[in-house]
């Protein structure tokens, strides 16, 4: 890995791009910076609030989330702030993650601490509506293989939706943190693990049928904020400590970066590009062998 920027007064939380000249990188003071090939540039985002979720259909479709549950988008030119469904989630709530199949089909997860309620809500490409109805606990991230196949997960709590309506899934699992995978036969979890957390230091592999786990192989101390693969024997997760570990689709190796900071997000493009960021502004770029 490169360190191909260092923005320090901005701690950021996630990366998403479309392209290889259009990567977008979110994090706290309403930060949003864009690579387009060349450079990181900063884009003022009209908030000074904490944005924690991206996600972009295309280089005019691009969605932010974050603290009091705002959202914001992008249409290729500005930012502007959107209607969330009602009541507003004020001080205290968050959005934590983003996801879409397309332009009209785009999720937000995250959490409302004062009702202690869920976040799961829905873009048609016209309003966002409320899909959690019910108190489920905390959600953080979201995946899925297609519009008939999400996952949701969080740290007391993991849903399912088949297309028809959202459940939680059997056999119950706690302590996810992010989730990613590659088709509906191959799905990975993380936890975030640290001492005051009743979680194990295993990830869970679903191939379609169960969900197994797969040891991380690392302390107790160390927890894991995000996943990202490309294929069943490429994932990447980042994660406290600057740790970024590599599966091949049997086992955790650490790929002793040797950044000292928390890592927050991580994306790539096909099986080669893959950029990082996380604390203190870092933005890690990979091209992988």
């Known amino acids: 890995y490169k360190l191909s920027s260092f ?3 901005a701690y950021l939380w996630n990366v998403w791009g479309t392209s290889l000249v259009d990567v977008h990188t979110v994090g706290d003071k309403g930060t949003h910076m864009r690579y387009d090939g060349s450079g990181w540039k ?4 009209g908030t000074t609030k904490w944005l924690r979720g991206v996600w972009a259909s295309g280089p005019a479709d691009l969605f932010a989330g974050g603290e009091d549950g705002q959202l ?5 030119k500005s930012w502007s702030a959107m209607t969330t469904p009602s009541p507003a989630l004020g001080s205290g709530s968050f959005i934590t993650g983003l996801w879409g199949t397309s332009a009209t089909n785009v999720y937000a997860v995250g959490y409302n601490s004062s009702a202690n309620k869920t976040v799961l809500w829905q873009y048609d490409g016209k309003a966002w509506a409320d899909r959690g109805a019910g108190t489920y606990g905390i959600l953080l991230d ?3 293989s297609g519009a008939k196949n999400i996952y949701a997960v969080g740290s007391t709590t993991a849903r399912h939706y088949n297309g028809t309506a959202w459940s939680a899934i059997t056999p119950a699992f706690q302590c996810g943190y992010s989730i990613w995978g590659t088709g509906p036969k191959d799905v990975v979890v993380m936890p975030h693990v640290q001492p005051s957390y009743a979680c194990t230091q295993e990830s869970l592999h679903y191939d379609g049928t169960s969900w197994n ?3 991380l192989g690392l302390p107790k101390s160390t927890g894991m904020v995000a996943i990202w693969g490309s294929s ?3 994932y990447f997760a980042v994660g406290t400590n600057g740790t970024i570990l590599r599966f091949d689709g049997a086992t955790w190796s650490d790929m002793k970066f040797g950044h000292a900071g928390t890592l927050n997000g991580v994306w790539g493009l096909g099986s080669n590009d893959v950029f990082v960021t996380g604390g203190g502004g870092a933005i890690l770029h990979r091209k992988v062998p």
């Open 213 to 215: 786990k797969v040891s």
């Open 142 to 144: 979201i995946w899925g």
């Open 232 to 234: 069943p024997s490429r």
């Open 7 to 9: 923005q320090s007064e």
């Open 72 to 76: 914001l988008h992008h249409d290729g």
């Open 42 to 45: 900063v884009e003022p985002t």
